[in-house]
């Protein structure tokens, strides 16, 4: 992993009707972690696609 600025693309498949959520999070090194994205509905039942872009402080994070 690097600093500055990232970008994250991602696909995330979830039924319309299964009251669900999805949540993307950057987990640091020093134990911080952040919502990098979080998806509560969906317009249909398909693969869907998602782009997230996040500032990186430190090289020890991981996208969970």
């Known amino acids: 992993t690097s600093t500055g600025q990232q970008c994250l693309t991602y696909y995330y498949h979830m039924s319309t009707q299964n009251g669900k959520s999805l949540s993307v999070r ?4 020093g134990g ?20 997230v872009e ?3 402080t430190g090289t ?3 996208v969970r």
């Open 32 to 51: 911080a972690n952040e919502v990098l994205d979080s998806v509560t509905s969906v317009p249909m039942n398909a693969w869907t696609q998602r782009k």
């Open 60 to 62: 020890g994070y991981s």
């Open 54 to 56: 996040f500032n990186a």
């Open 26 to 29: 950057k987990l640091e090194s």
